[in-house]
């Protein structure tokens, strides 16, 4: 008979490595957002802003939500409480049985900062009343004092921020001197453009009357003569819905910054009111697309460099921030090999609810509304409404790479056709210049899916050689084998600029987000026959890799692996800049 002791331990390291897995993925998803999923360090907050006497406050029942930093152990676990370290387990696994047990947990101590928690002892009945799904739990309360409130929501970029402000305001007092301002920014370092124009005006109020004036007069004459008219100039202008993410001060200073640079460019003195209403025009014709015409006009399309690598992640459409690739562009020619492919990502969209943004181009208006065109749209709605996806359809007049490109930053991937002539007596037929130039430029990444090919990818292979858009193909891969079920390989093609030291790189990578079970192999040069090889000995029939290595320029004369890999590789390709 099982000793139940025994069991229950088992079950409880069990609990402990699905905690491990969601904490990977939420790092991952965490880098994906551009935040952080870290816990906040106690002595760097109350160092940052400024913390006072601390008071206890005896026993409480505190919200687990607003728990977000640890005194000591803040490297140990994510910000939702969740292990970091597998060396973990046996602690977490003790505290999770006695929990089991109704042994019961004793309170844990905390500093409350604000409106939040950091734990002075109890991390892992933390992590394991977290992991459990309670909403309290009972602590032992001591609360710090500071001059800038803390909330629960406060990523730690957003704790420097504050802590500059603090600085700020302990050296001006305006929070007392005016209690109704609020002067955030999130440019944390730019509070010296405002105490140097406190300075300034404090010292241009001196120069009429002869004599000093105390500090505290100057900050609040300041903030009445000088900041709050600007203020006011710039709500009745309307200038900040064109910057939703910043706040009033970052577009004062952004203003100020703007004004010393067109008075220095002008050599005259240009007024606040004619530099925001110079922002707004600016920041209007950038929206609505006209910058940038000029370059575009007198670049050819074959040399136009795109985005830069990494780029795509900063600017995801936000529509679905719980994954990577919610919504696919896929272009359609019409062609019959289309509808295969589209039936392929149907299938991946099938997985999470994904949307399709389908996309024709025609080259005038009067082939938008023709016969041929209505029935590609009306096929479109009807294999998405088939398989219960939902499907946008849109017909664009215009040059396709230019208005595929265009169009790819509200999608998260642009889905591409290729014709499949492998083994065929002239397999560059399969790519056209058009594809070169959309995988040079396209701000997204690219999947390319062979005609025929079938869209199964579990058996995954990373082509890596530490460029910079071999590191986005890394982060790619480790995401997907964080999401979904499947088989890793990773290949290193050691060249002159490539070593082996790269494979270890990704192979660490892997390990900080718990994946060791990928497989990692190093070949000789040429890449891309190694590559193709490698994918023939572990059937892999997805592969991730970077875009082309080279400017366009350099790319004309030298080739790319990637035009080689795309002629030969049966099956779908992600390429990733």
């Known amino acids: 008979m099982l000793n139940p002791d025994r069991l229950r331990h088992e079950a409880a ?6 905690a491990r897995k969601k904490a990977a993925f ?17 002595e760097d907050v109350c160092r940052h802003l400024k913390a006072a006497d601390a008071v206890k406050q005896g026993v409480q029942e505190i919200p687990l939500a607003a728990i977000v930093g640890s005194v000591g152990r803040y490297k140990d676990f994510t910000r939702d409480f969740l292990p970091k370290h597998d060396s973990d387990v046996e602690r977490w696994a003790r505290v999770r049985t006695a929990v089991m047990d109704m042994t019961g947990m004793p309170p844990i101590d905390v500093y409350k900062v604000g409106e939040v928690y ?3 002892d109890g991390n892992h009945r933390v992590s394991v009343a977290r992991d459990l799904g309670a909403k309290t739990i009972t602590a032992y309360v001591t609360e710090v004092k500071t001059r800038v409130p803390l909330l629960p929501d406060d990523d730690p970029d957003e704790i420097i921020c504050k802590a500059r402000y603090a600085e700020f305001l302990e050296q001006t007092n305006l929070n007392e001197l005016r209690p109704q301002a609020d002067l955030y920014m999130t440019f944390c370092g730019h509070y010296r453009v405002l105490l140097a124009q406190i300075e300034a005006h404090k010292e241009q109020c001196e120069t009429p009357v002869g004599h000093p004036i105390p500090y505290a007069e100057a900050v609040g004459r300041w903030y009445d003569d000088v900041y709050l008219p ?15 993410e910043r706040t009033e001060t970052d577009l004062y200073v952004l203003l100020s910054e703007r004004q010393e640079q067109l008075e220095e460019a002008l050599g005259w003195e240009i007024g606040l009111d004619i530099t925001a209403s110079a922002l707004a025009t600016a920041e209007q014709k950038r929206v609505r697309g006209l910058g940038g015409r000029l370059w575009q006009a007198i670049t050819p399309p074959e040399l136009a460099d795109g985005p830069e690598p990494g780029q795509w992640r900063q600017f995801q459409t936000g529509r679905q921030m719980d994954r990577l690739f919610a919504d696919y562009l896929v272009a359609l020619s019409g062609r019959e090999e289309n509808w295969p492919m589209l039936a392929q990502v149907i299938r991946l969209a099938q997985r999470e609810s994904d949307r399709l943004l389908g996309l024709h181009v025609v080259p005038d208006q009067a082939k938008a509304s023709s016969k041929r065109v209505r029935a590609i749209e009306e096929r479109f709605h009807q294999m998405c409404a088939d398989a219960g996806v939902v499907g946008e359809f849109a017909v664009e007049v215009g040059a396709v790479v230019e208005t595929i490109t265009s169009r790819a930053v509200w999608a998260d991937v642009v889905v591409l056709g290729l014709e499949n002539r492998v083994g ?21 990444p690219i999947l390319a899916i062979p005609t025929g090919a079938d869209c199964a990818l579990d058996r995954v292979l990373l082509a890596y050689d530490g460029s910079p858009k071999a590191d986005e193909a890394l982060f790619v891969a480790t995401y997907l084998k964080l ?3 499947s088989e890793l390989v990773v290949v290193t093609v050691e060249t002159e600029l490539t070593t082996p030291a790269e494979l270890g790189r990704a192979r660490e990578y892997l390990a900080d987000y718990g994946i060791t079970d990928a497989t990692f192999i190093l070949r000789q040069k040429p890449i891309a026959k190694a590559v193709l090889d490698t994918a023939v000995t572990y059937q892999s029939n997805f592969l991730i890799m970077g875009g082309f290595g080279f400017r366009p320029v350099k790319h004309l004369v030298l080739g790319s692996t990637v035009d080689d890999v795309l002629r030969h590789f049966p099956h779908p390709i992600l390429i990733c800049r």
């Open 424 to 444: 065929a007596a002239r397999p560059s037929t399969r790519l056209g210049n058009r594809t070169m130039q959309l995988i040079q430029r396209c701000p997204r």
């Open 230 to 244: 600007v203020m006011r100039m710039m709500r009745a202008q309307g200038i900040l819905r064109y910057f939703p």
């Open 118 to 120: 950091f734990v002075i």
């Open 26 to 42: 939420q790092q991952m998803m965490a880098r994906l957002r551009g935040q952080s999923a870290d816990l906040l360090a106690y």
């Open 13 to 18: 390291i069990n609990d402990f490595k699905r």
């Open 483 to 485: 999401r979904w079920p």
